[in-house]
C-alpha cells in the first residue's frame, strides 16, 4: 500500500512543456487497482498516446481546461467534463497553461475482473468506456464523493489506509460505483442486472 502525498508539477523557466515520465512512481494514494494522483501544469503541454497501458485513466480539471482528442471525438475538458482515456485506443491531451487535474487510474485487469464477477460470465469483449465524463451527473458525483473520501483518509493518514482488508472493500466499491456511473459497452446489462435483483 502506498500513501504518498505527493504533486507532479509540469513547468519549465522558457514556457516550454517538460517531459513526463509515466514511469515516474509518484502518488496520493493506490487502493487495490486503484491509484490517485495530482499532476499541476505550469504551462501548455501536449501529450499523445498511441498506447496508454494496461489500465483506464480518468482525468479530473480541479483548474483550467484541456482539449481532448480521443479516436474520432474531440471535445473541452473543463471543471464539469472530465475525460478517460482507454487501453488500445490513441489520444491526444493538449493542456493550458494553470490547469491542475486529479487523475484516476484504474486497473485494466482488475476492473475487467471486477465487471466479470458482476455479471457471473467473462466478458465477450473489452471494456470501452464513454470518453467524457459528466461531472454532473448524480451517478458521478456519488462516485467522486468516494474518490474524495479516499484523498481524505490518505491526506489524514487515517488507519483505515493500513488496513488492507478495508481498503479491499474500499476498492470494490469504487469499482462497482464506476461501473454503474459512467456509460459503457456493458452499462445495458448491468442496467438489467441491477433491475433483476429489486
Excluded: K
Excluded at 47 to 52: K, N, R
Excluded at 157 to 182: R, V
Aim: charged share 20%; glycine share 6%; proline share 6%.
Amino acid at each position: 500500500m502506498v500513501t504518498v502525498l505527493a504533486t507532479v508539477q509540469i513547468a519549465s523557466d522558457d514556457g516550454s512543456a517538460l517531459p513526463f515520465d509515466r514511469l515516474e512512481p509518484v502518488y496520493l494514494a493506490t487502493a487495490g487497482a486503484i491509484g490517485v494522483y495530482y499532476f499541476d501544469y505550469g504551462t501548455d503541454a501536449r501529450m499523445s498516446s498511441d498506447e496508454l497501458g494496461d489500465f483506464y485513466l480518468i482525468q479530473i480539471p480541479l483548474s483550467g481546461t484541456a482539449r481532448i482528442t480521443s479516436g474520432a471525438e474531440e471535445f473541452d475538458s473543463t471543471m464539469s467534463v472530465a475525460s478517460i482515456l482507454q487501453p488500445g485506443r490513441p489520444a491526444t491531451m493538449q493542456w493550458h497553461e494553470g490547469q491542475t487535474q486529479l487523475i484516476i487510474r484504474l486497473a485494466r485487469e482488475g476492473l475487467e475482473e471486477h465487471l466479470e464477477e458482476i455479471l457471473g460470465s467473462p466478458l465477450a469483449e473489452p471494456l470501452i468506456f464513454e470518453p467524457q465524463m459528466e461531472l454532473g451527473s448524480p451517478a458521478i458525483r456519488g462516485w467522486r464523493e468516494a474518490v474524495e473520501l479516499l484523498e481524505h483518509e490518505v491526506a489524514n493518514h487515517d488507519p483505515m489506509t493500513a488496513d488492507s482488508a478495508a481498503m479491499e472493500e474500499f476498492d470494490t466499491i469504487l469499482l462497482s460505483q464506476f461501473l454503474s456511473a459512467q456509460p459503457n459497452n456493458y452499462s445495458a446489462r448491468l442496467r438489467s442486472l441491477a433491475q433483476s435483483l429489486t
